[in-house]
């Protein structure tokens, strides 16, 4: 038996692959677990923000912001809109043979510090809305009386408690007095912007012609047009007429040279000063010299 083992031994010698002479062997193991994939490091972000976008202002709506659509437009597409509701104001509110003209009549055009001053002392308004409603208020201060500040006051109060109570517009879209009296700023705003949603109600509330929104944005918009077509007609009819002066002006500075009170006497200069052949005679034609 021993010999056999030591057979066995030496056949299992001979069959091992041996290196070459001078390389050295290594031995690998075998790994005991399973590879798996690799997983991300926490130092990596998770998401990715990204920035947030900017929403756009909603665009005023006419009926809701008359001001906040009417201002981007510029003063004259204003002052245009003012005249319009400031008319319909006045002749709504009083008869025509009592009616003072409208500020502005002439060009149709309006500015808020006349505006303001018009319905100053409150009796326009508390007639207007007398005229829409009969009887919606019952004392309105004219004339002399209209020139007590009391008096005004309450002439706008009670206009506003009628825009309030019988047209049912809030606190929020009405004016205050002190918007009228005091003619301050963003006073102007206030009240356009109340009187314009009046207007807009005066035909479905009071079956009174009204104003209505989208022909007050037409006005604007065509006093923008106009404004800008009429800037450009003015700079090219300034632009020649000034060109045409300057040369003219240039013109008149240069002085006619004269040579001892006689113009003829710079030519016989000239003639003097010429090449022996090429002298100019008196009538300016070259002739040669004997």
Do not use: C
Not at 74 to 85: F, T
Not at 105 to 116: D, E, H, I, N, Y
Not at 125 to 142: F, R, Y
Not at 182 to 199: I, N
Request: charged content about 20%; cysteine-free; proline content about 7%.
């Amino acid at each position: 038996m021993a010999e056999i083992e030591n057979n066995t031994h030496a056949v299992v010698a001979e069959n091992e692959p041996t290196a070459p002479a001078g390389i050295t062997t290594i031995a690998v193991e075998e790994p005991t677990t399973p590879l798996t994939t690799v997983q991300a490091t926490t130092d990596l972000p998770t998401t990715i923000d990204l920035p947030a976008t900017t929403e756009q202002p909603a665009k005023p709506v006419p009926a809701e912001d008359p001001i906040g659509w009417l201002t981007p437009l510029g003063r004259n597409a204003v002052n245009k809109v003012s005249y319009e509701v400031l008319n319909w104001v006045n002749n709504t509110a009083v008869d025509e043979d009592k009616r003072q003209p409208t500020p502005g009549a002439k060009k149709q055009s309006t500015s808020p510090m006349k505006f303001l001053g018009f319905l100053q002392d409150g009796s326009v308004l508390a007639n207007l809305a007398n005229k829409l409603q009969p009887g919606a208020i019952e004392t309105v201060h004219e004339g002399e009386a209209a020139k007590e500040k009391a008096n005004q006051t309450a002439n706008l109060e009670n206009f506003i408690n009628f825009l309030k109570n019988n047209v049912g517009l809030s606190d929020n879209e009405v004016f205050n007095p002190a918007d009228v009296q005091e003619k301050r700023k963003g006073g102007f705003g206030a009240v356009l912007s109340t009187l314009v949603k009046l207007a807009g109600k005066a035909q479905e509330q009071f079956a009174r012609g009204g104003l209505d929104v989208d022909y007050l944005l037409q006005i604007g918009k065509q006093a923008v047009q106009s404004n800008f077509i009429q800037t450009i007609i003015n700079f090219f009819k300034k632009r020649p007429a000034n060109g045409h002066q300057e040369k003219k002006e240039q013109d008149e500075a240069i002085p006619t040279p004269i040579v001892n009170g006689n113009e003829n006497a710079l030519k016989e200069e000239v003639n003097d000063n010429k090449p022996a052949s090429a002298v100019v005679d008196g009538a300016g034609v070259a002739v040669a010299v004997q």
